[in-house]
């Protein structure tokens, strides 16, 4: 067995932080190159009507469902009553919550009180951005996640 020197101990450490730096550049680089971006452009701005419109949406009695089987995608909103929400307006993001390649902003119907939208999502969590529009003109925001168990083809 060789002796250990110096020079080896120094070869050790330097090998082993110059792999920590190149672990922690490759995840920097993913990080930053899968970023889908910011929530909304100015915090301050978005904070000062939070309350209002929570309060507003919160008034609605609103509840989003969502459930996906052989690539069609529902979402069940109905108000305080349990009844078929009326809803003016509707646009649904639909992504992973990592990156936002996979992004797709799926066309809705409704049918029979119920939003409807074939759209072939593959196996895994997905994140609903759902934004709903009332009569009076209230809108209704919530993220609600998505756990698709099935695969399928498209």
């Given at each position: 067995?060789?002796?250990?020197?110096?020079?080896?101990?120094?070869?050790?450490?330097?090998?082993?932080?110059g792999i920590i730096i190149a672990v922690n550049l490759v995840l920097a680089v993913q990080a930053v190159r899968t970023f889908p971006g910011l929530e909304v452009a100015n915090g301050y701005i978005a904070s000062q009507t939070f309350d209002a419109e929570r309060k507003a949406q919160e008034a609605l009695g609103w509840t989003a469902t969502p459930e996906y089987r052989d690539g069609?995608?529902?979402?069940?909103?109905?108000?305080?009553?349990?009844?078929?929400?009326?809803?003016?307006?509707?646009e649904v993001l639909v992504g992973r919550t990592t990156a936002s390649k996979d992004d797709v902003v799926p066309s809705f119907a409704r049918v029979a009180g119920v939003w409807q939208a074939d759209v072939p999502l593959a196996r895994g969590k997905w994140m609903l951005k759902v934004e709903a529009e009332a009569p009076d003109g209230t809108i209704f925001?919530?993220?609600?996640?998505?756990?698709?168990?099935?695969?399928?083809?498209g």
């Open positions: 067995m060789a002796e250990l020197t110096g020079k080896h101990v120094l070869g050790i450490t330097v090998g082993a932080f069609r995608l529902t979402l069940q909103l109905v108000d305080a009553e349990g009844l078929p929400a009326a809803v003016r307006s509707l925001r919530q993220r609600l996640e998505l756990f698709v168990m099935d695969q399928v083809q």
